[in-house]
């Protein structure tokens, strides 16, 4: 169970952190909810408490695993399928596993296929999506600001 200002990564949206816990009534039901806020997006998600695995939440990786990012970051792309259609969802699988290692994965692979060719407007949002989740979780366990991450990242995607 988590605590207040807790800081928790929630799979496709991002990390951020516990502001509360509250109690709600849903479907005639009485649940706890975390509320989470993500400063990345500006968003507030409420969170069951009972759900937290089921959706994948998960706390923020250790600094020492932010090096593993950056080689994956630096890494050899996947073999990717050649229609985009195929592409995005292989991407969308990868997305919604919550691991950031995966995510970082997308964000190398799509960066480095639109400096060869234009992606489809799917992809292109699919991209900014996962680079603003990467953003959130590496700028909370590095406490360096968005604007020098994306410089890195770009750095070490196109090293």
């Given amino acids: 169970m988590y605590t207040v200002g ?3 990564v929630y799979p496709m949206h991002g990390a951020g952190t516990i502001e509360g816990i509250e109690e709600q009534v849903y479907q005639g039901e009485r649940r706890k909810y975390y509320i989470l806020q993500i400063p ?6 409420m969170i069951p408490c009972d759900r937290t695995q ?4 998960r706390s923020l990786i250790k600094k020492a695993e932010v090096a593993k990012v950056r080689e994956t970051l630096c890494g050899k792309s996947t073999e990717m399928a050649k229609v985009w259609n195929r592409r995005y969802r292989d991407n969308m699988e990868k997305l919604k596993t919550g691991q950031i290692t995966h995510v970082a994965e997308v964000v190398r692979d799509l960066m ?7 992606l489809s407007t799917g992809e292109k949002k699919m991209l900014s999506n ?5 953003l959130s979780e590496l700028s909370l366990v590095s ?6 991450l994306t410089l890195l990242i770009e750095q070490q995607v196109m090293a």
């Avoid at 990345?40 to 998600?45: L, V």
């Avoid at 480095?112 to 234009?118: F, G, Q, T």
């Avoid at 996962?130 to 990467?134: D, F, P, R, S």
């Fill in 6 to 8: 807790d800081k928790i």
């Fill in 40 to 45: 990345q997006n500006d968003i507030r998600i």
């Fill in 54 to 57: 089921d959706v994948g939440v």
């Fill in 112 to 118: 480095r296929v639109d400096r060869e060719k234009r």
């Fill in 130 to 134: 996962a680079k603003q989740i990467l």
């Fill in 143 to 148: 406490g360096k600001g968005v604007d020098e």
